[in-house]
């Protein structure tokens, strides 16, 4: 393997300057011109490839991807719709480092400062390729289906937690994608989520292992039931509630 010069291992530890058009103001942002390479650019086969190089959601690669992917989109529907699909899609069926990039990609487009945050939204709401009707298509089969005593590494309960975790920070980033976000569910649906997350973050499909006192130093484990919610469960649960007591007073 050829040396690591210092310099070029101080760049790579540098976190990464590209910063999402969203911080940016309007009259500062300019899509890519109508070209051959753009339409390469935004195709899925080429998303689905360059998602798959990044090393996670938040490395340098995956940071220039999603500025690439705001350019690419910046008012521009029908290219936002090609790559929102594909991102959809790469939600719903990747293992979980890729999934995570794919929602990383996929906030990043939903939030840009262009006139397309509805038209975006929509696509991304929708049922049942969208985030919405991931996460009530899984509730409504979680119901019917015997809980996993040792759920896989990124089992479908993890990918519709992601996916509200998501509808979450969406509904979060400005006044515009809240009423959207609530425009999609009804309080009803919002009740269903509410209960699946109480419910599932106290067992193994998404809650963590509990451990008794140390008994002659070894931890003793509480039965395989024994499983607590994590912070970051309580904080969504919370969010989920309060959207919920909203919808409820409209």
């Not at 070209?35 to 995956?62: E, H, I, N």
Request: hydrophobic share 45%; glycine share 6%.
């Amino acid at each position: 393997s050829r040396p690591v010069s210092s310099a070029s291992a101080q760049a790579e530890s540098q976190p990464s300057s590209v910063a999402p058009l969203s911080a940016v103001s309007g009259a500062a942002c300019a899509r890519l011109p109508d070209m051959p390479a753009a339409a390469v650019l935004a195709s899925a086969p080429f998303v689905r490839t360059a998602a798959a190089c990044c090393g996670g959601a938040s490395d340098a690669a995956c940071a220039a991807l999603g500025r690439t992917l705001e350019l690419l989109c910046y008012d521009d529907a029908p290219r936002s719709a090609e790559v929102l699909n594909e991102l959809l899609r790469g939600l719903r069926a990747e293992s979980e480092p890729r999934a995570a990039v794919h929602a990383h990609l996929l906030h990043r487009l939903l939030v840009l400062p262009d006139g397309l945050l509805a038209e975006r939204c929509a696509l991304a709401l929708g049922r049942p390729h969208g985030l919405v009707g991931v996460v009530l298509s899984f509730i409504g089969a979680a119901t019917t289906a015997t809980a996993e005593q040792t759920p896989p590494a990124f089992s479908d309960a993890a990918r519709c937690y992601m996916c509200l975790r998501l509808l979450l920070d969406l509904n979060a980033s400005s006044a515009a994608a809240a009423d959207c976000v609530d425009a999609a569910v009804t309080a009803e649906e919002v009740e269903t989520m509410v209960r699946w997350l109480k419910d599932a973050s106290r067992t193994a499909a998404l809650g963590r292992s509990v451990e008794r006192a140390r008994w002659l130093g070894v931890p003793r484990r509480r039965p395989a039931s024994a499983f607590e919610r994590t912070e970051s469960q309580q904080l969504t649960l919370e969010s989920l509630r309060g959207i919920h007591r909203k919808k409820a007073r409209a």
